[in-house]
C-alpha cells in the first residue's frame, strides 16, 4: 500500500520534470520511481553513501536526501537523477512531497500514529472506537505505558535501541513524544503485577545505558485494558516521572501505582501548601530545627516510629535519642511519638520539599 501511495506522488511529480526520481528504503530497495524498469531493484552502493553521510548526498550520479524519520536511522530517502543544484532542488522538494504523503498515509493507516495521536488527545473520543475498528486493533486489551525521559541530552539512538526490544510493531508500539522522550504502549498479561513492570523498566534502562551510556528515568502508569484510556495512563506516567522528581530523586524507575502521599501533595496549589504549614508549625517553622535534628526525624521514620531500633542505628544512647525527640516537641509542637503528630510532621516535610522544588521556598 505505501508503494503504490509513494508511486502516486512520482507519477505527479513526472509531469514538472525529465529528471528520473523516486525513493528507497532503508534496505536499500527502490519502492517507486518514474522509471518503473528500477522498482525493486537494490541499491547496496547508495545505501552505503546515504548512511554515512547527512543532509544532501550525492551518489552514483544521483542526489539523494532521507525523509524525516523518528530514528536514527533513516525509513526511505528520495532521489534525482544528477548532481547539479536542480538535482538537489529537486530532490528536496521530492522529499518534501514524500514526506507529506507519508505522514498522511501513517494518519489514515498507521497503527502507531493512532496510538500516539490518542496519547497525546489529538483524537476525539467518540473517533477513537471507528478508527480502532478500521485499523483492526484490539480494543480492550491490557496495555501499559512506560513513559523513558533521557537525562544527558538527547539522542535519537535511544529510539533505534528501545524499537530492538520491542520488534512486534503490530502489539508493541513505540511512541516518539519529543526530542529527549519516548513512550513505549506495551501489549501485556491482564495478572502482571507492578513489580513485573519495573523489572521490564529495569531491563530497559541498563540497554540503553550498556549501550550508551546515557541515565534515563522511566516513568509506569496503570495498565488499562480499554485503548481510550491510553491516554489517561500515559498521564500517569508522565505524572510519576513529575513527582519522583520530587520526592525520590535517588529512583530512575517510578510507579505511579505506588507515589503514595506524594501524588496528592503534587497536585494541590501551593498557596494551600503554605497555608498548611503555617498552620501546623504555629511554633517555629521547619528551617528552625538543625541538621542532625532533621536527621533523626528521618532516621525515626525509617524505623517506623521505634526508638530503640532507631538510637542503635544512629549510634546514640536510648536516653539522647530521647532528649532529642523533647526538643523537637518543644519546638514545633509535635510529639513523634505519636503516630497522629508523626504523620502530620512527614506530610510537612513532604510539602516544604515540593514547595523547595516549585521555587517558594
Known amino acids: 500500500m505505501a508503494s503504490r501511495m509513494f508511486q502516486g506522488v512520482v507519477v505527479r511529480m513526472k509531469e514538472a520534470t525529465s529528471r528520473m526520481l523516486g525513493i528507497m528504503d532503508s534496505n536499500g530497495t527502490v519502492v517507486a520511481c518514474s522509471n518503473l524498469a528500477l522498482v ?36 526511505y530517502a528520495a532521489f534525482v537523477e544528477g548532481e547539479d543544484e536542480i538535482a538537489a532542488s529537486l530532490c528536496v522538494m521530492a522529499a518534501v512531497a514524500f514526506n507529506s504523503a507519508k505522514d498522511y498515509y ?10 500516539k495521536n490518542i496519547l497525546l488527545d489529538n483524537v476525539l473520543p467518540g473517533d477513537i472506537y471507528t478508527r480502532n475498528r478500521e485499523l483492526g486493533l ?47 504502549v506495551k501489549e501485556v498479561a491482564s495478572v502482571i503485577t507492578s513489580e513485573d ?25 496503570t495498565v488499562c485494558y480499554l485503548v481510550k484510556d491510553l491516554a489517561s495512563s500515559y498521564k500517569e506516567a508522565q505524572v510519576a516521572i513529575e513527582v519522583g522528581k ?26 494551600m501548601c503554605e497555608m498548611f504549614l503555617s498552620e501546623v508549625f504555629k511554633k517555629s517553622t521547619i528551617d528552625s530545627l538543625d541538621r542532625e535534628t532533621l536527621e533523626t526525624i528521618l532516621q525515626f521514620f525509617d524505623n517506623n516510629l521505634n526508638v530503640s531500633e532507631t538510637s542503635r542505628k544512629l549510634f546514640v544512647h536510648r536516653n539522647t535519642l530521647v532528649y532529642r525527640l523533647e526538643k523537637i516537641k518543644k519546638l514545633t509542637g509535635l510529639d513523634l511519638r505519636e503516630f497522629d503528630h508523626a504523620i502530620v510532621f512527614k506530610v510537612a516535610l ?6 523547595a522544588s516549585r521555587e517558594i521556598l
Open 40 to 75: 525493486d531493484q537494490q541499491w547496496d552502493a547508495v545505501l552505503t553513501e546515504l548512511e554515512q553521510g547527512e543532509g544532501i548526498i550525492h551518489a552514483q550520479g544521483m542526489t539523494l536526501r532521507a525523509l524525516e524519520c523518528a530514528f536514527a536511522r533513516f525509513e
Open 106 to 115: 501513517d494518519e489514515k493507516h498507521d497503527k502507531a500514529t493512532f496510538i
Open 138 to 184: 484490539d480494543g480492550v486489551q491490557a496495555r501499559a505505558i512506560l513513559l523513558v525521559r533521557q537525562l544527558d541530552g538527547a539522542d535519537a539512538a535511544v529510539m533505534d535501541i528501545v524499537q530492538s526490544l520491542f520488534p512486534d510493531k503490530q502489539r508493541d508500539f513505540i511512541i516518539s513524544i519529543n526530542e529527549r522522550e519516548l513512550a513505549i
Open 197 to 221: 513492570l519495573t523489572q521490564l523498566a529495569l531491563a530497559i534502562e541498563e540497554t540503553i545505558k550498556s549501550e550508551l551510556m546515557l541515565r534515563t528515568v522511566i516513568g509506569i502508569g
Open 246 to 271: 520530587v520526592f525520590d530523586t535517588e529512583k530512575s524507575i517510578v510507579t505511579y501505582e505506588n507515589l503514595g502521599i506524594g501524588r496528592l501533595i503534587y497536585q494541590l496549589p501551593t498557596t
Open 350 to 355: 513532604m510539602v516544604k520539599k515540593y514547595l
